[in-house]
């Protein structure tokens, strides 16, 4: 199980700043009042992961390590809770025969793609079980379509307020409310963030992997902040989340062990 055990910034802004923050394997909160760099920080790691390939190796001053120590990547998500409306026309003209009006819209079509994906892994994965005659095979097969089970009552139960529910029938994600169906991209801001959220964390079928999030709890009720983290590490315990946040709500649940201040990492 890789994950980064700590970061390292030369210098976070132009010729000062230099940022060493060591990482749990579990939950990582950044906080910090406005203008210290949160995002700023968030952004540069996950640019060197980009650029390298997902390699461990210094890009524009930042080096990152992993653990265990012959690791040499991980695998990582991102999830960004800004809703800006789309402009790109290359965009749109992709995805034309979907109403997709926001960034949100567009993560959510993405994510369409990857839960098609996941649905088709987990049925080849229970397929071989029977295929190979692994022992105690049926219990494991239940177990593993448990999961896609446990995320529909999950959804349903945030969204219960309003009575919306996950259509089972479906292949892709979508809701019923009150007998009327609908796509997700008609669903509210805060709505659509959490379903965004928890299927970014869904398809990655409980692996080992790297959750990156910047201020995850715009739009979000605040019961729903302070269920955040558990609900993430329900779906998958082997996730380590990195996050940056401004609200008290989303460390509420037990995770203030997990807060590192930006001073506390700057020099």
Same mark, same amino acid.
């Given at each position: 199980?890789? *994950?980064?055990?700590?970061?390292?910034i030369?210098?976070?802004w132009?010729?000062?700043?230099?940022?060493?923050?060591?990482?749990?394997?579990?939950?990582?909160?950044?906080?910090?009042?406005?203008?210290?760099?949160?995002?700023?920080?968030?952004?540069?790691?996950?640019?060197?992961?980009?650029?390298?390939?997902?390699?461990?190796?210094?890009?524009?001053?930042?080096?990152?390590?992993?653990?265990?120590?012959?690791?040499?990547?991980?695998?990582?998500?991102?999830?960004?809770?800004?809703?800006?409306?789309?402009?790109?026309?290359?965009?749109?003209?992709?995805?034309?025969?979907?109403?997709?009006?926001?960034?949100?819209?567009?993560?959510? *079509?993405?994510?369409?793609?990857?839960?098609?994906? *996941?649905?088709?892994?987990?049925?080849?994965?229970?397929?071989?079980?029977?295929?190979?005659?692994?022992?105690?095979?049926?219990?494991?097969?239940?177990?593993i379509?448990?999961?896609?089970?446990?995320? *529909?009552?999950?959804?349903?139960?945030?969204?219960?307020?309003?009575?919306?529910?996950?259509?089972?029938?479906?292949n892709?994600?979508?809701?019923?409310?009150?007998?009327?169906?609908?796509?997700?991209?008609?669903?509210?801001?805060?709505?659509?963030?959490?379903?965004?959220?928890?299927?970014?964390?869904l398809?990655?079928?409980?692996?080992?992997?790297?959750?990156?999030?910047?201020?995850?709890?715009?739009?979000l009720?605040?019961?729903?902040?302070?269920?955040?983290?558990?609900?993430?590490?329900?779906?998958?315990?082997?996730?380590?989340?990195?996050?940056?946040?401004?609200?008290p709500?989303?460390?509420?649940?037990?995770?203030?062990?997990?807060?590192?201040?930006?001073?506390?990492?700057?020099?």
């Open positions: 199980m890789a *994950y980064i055990s700590s970061i390292e030369d210098s976070l132009s010729g000062y700043h230099h940022v060493v923050w060591h990482l749990r394997p579990d939950v990582n909160i950044l906080s910090g009042v406005n203008g210290v760099g949160k995002s700023t920080i968030l952004n540069r790691v996950v640019k060197n992961l980009l650029n390298v390939d997902r390699m461990a190796k210094a890009t524009e001053g930042v080096t990152l390590t992993f653990s265990p120590e012959d690791a040499t990547q991980v695998r990582f998500d991102v999830v960004r809770s800004f809703d800006r409306p789309l402009i790109s026309g290359d965009i749109l003209a992709k995805v034309a025969d979907i109403s997709l009006q926001s960034e949100l819209d567009f993560m959510l *079509y993405q994510l369409q793609r990857r839960f098609l994906d *996941y649905q088709v892994n987990v049925s080849n994965r229970m397929v071989r079980l029977f295929t190979e005659q692994v022992p105690d095979a049926q219990n494991k097969a239940e177990e379509a448990g999961e896609k089970a446990r995320f *529909y009552e999950l959804i349903d139960s945030l969204f219960a307020d309003t009575g919306k529910k996950v259509l089972r029938t479906s892709e994600i979508m809701m019923l409310q009150h007998g009327e169906q609908l796509t997700p991209y008609q669903l509210s801001s805060g709505e659509k963030q959490m379903l965004i959220i928890m299927l970014t964390v398809v990655q079928d409980r692996q080992p992997y790297t959750l990156f999030m910047d201020e995850p709890e715009i739009s009720h605040v019961e729903w902040q302070q269920r955040l983290i558990g609900l993430i590490r329900e779906l998958n315990p082997n996730v380590q989340i990195i996050l940056t946040t401004h609200s709500a989303v460390i509420m649940d037990g995770w203030a062990d997990c807060v590192t201040d930006v001073e506390d990492i700057v020099d």
